[in-house]
């Protein structure tokens, strides 16, 4: 890869992570999501992806802009009902739920994520919003790195910030995505929630060899 084309690819993930954790932490707004169909974000997943999910993802921000108030509603009613229920939550965001044998919340995971993003000074959880491990978080914070690569110039430090991106999508996100993505995929009621359940699956796969080729040609 040369400069400008793994430059190209970092601003992808600067705005395909965004994208992410906009979705799954903040909730759908009409004003972003608009935005990402107005940027043909739809026709993009449709050109470089195949499957149910993702063509199910493509068609759904492609009506975006037909929606009406209810449709909207019943979008943002989907994300509160699967993340941040007041009762059961139906599909955990939270890294620890998967990966002790309690399923509980704030264990040594969460201490390390909570670490891992105060070793790049970011702080990104809300006490009252739950706890740090929350895919939605992580992905704002594989996001910031990208970003952050983009405008650094300096080769060992640009290194060190990818180098920190792998670490942190395999030893976190990879460790539960597919289990996550599949509880989405079961409980989502909407298109657009089912759709993105398969294309995160498959985009963080991706992710994680794209982000050893990079690695591999800055080197």
Known sequence: MQQKEIDGVLQGRVWWYRFLGHVLYDGPSREFMLRLSEMGLAE???SQNEGRQKSLLSAAIMKFEQYE???WQSLKEDHARLFTNSGRILAYPWESVYRNREHV???EH?????QFYAAWG?????QNRGPADH????????????????????????????AAQQ?????HILTYAEKFCDLLEK???TDFYRGLAGFMHVYFQCDEKVLAEILSAEK
Not at 110 to 114: E, I, K, P, S
Not at 122 to 126: D, F, H, N, T
Not at 167 to 171: A, G, I, N, W
């Open 44 to 46: 993009l997943i449709a």
């Open 69 to 71: 108030e209810c449709d």
């Open 105 to 107: 919340l704030y264990d």
């Open 110 to 114: 969460t201490l390390a994520v909570q």
């Open 122 to 126: 970011m702080q990104l959880a809300s």
């Open 135 to 162: 895919i939605g978080l992580a992905c704002m914070f594989l996001s910031e790195l990208s970003q952050r690569m983009i405008e650094e110039a300096d080769r060992e430090k640009r290194n060190k910030c990818l």
């Open 167 to 171: 670490e942190f999508l395999q030893e």
């Open 187 to 189: 409980e989502a009621r």
